[in-house]
């Protein structure tokens, strides 16, 4: 009995060591929540766009800081969408997204 090996071409991605883990959860990070009802909170408050467009340029003023958005799973596309471009506004290079529920 033989057997043949079949080399499958795939993406290659680089993981970060867990040493780049600690330090990205260390880091500061703007964290903007989307609720099913659809709205928009930033650090516990209720927010508007013009907002989150503030808060992202002031915390990108000294550095690069991560954005994170983390919208409800019955919360608008829509919503989402807007959240994200007033994030990219206020010069956000790193924005990442989950869904909570």
Known sequence: MTTVFVEENGL?????DSAAAATQ???ESVAIDI???NKVM???EEADLREITAAVKAAQATEEVPVV???HAKSSHQTF????DAAK???SAKLSFSTIN
């Open 81 to 84: 969408v807007s959240v994200w």
């Open 69 to 71: 958005i983390r919208a």
């Open 12 to 16: 290659q991605v680089e993981k970060p």
């Open 35 to 37: 609720t099913a009802e």
């Open 25 to 27: 959860e260390d880091s």
């Open 89 to 91: 506004r206020g010069g």
């Open 42 to 44: 930033l650090a516990g």
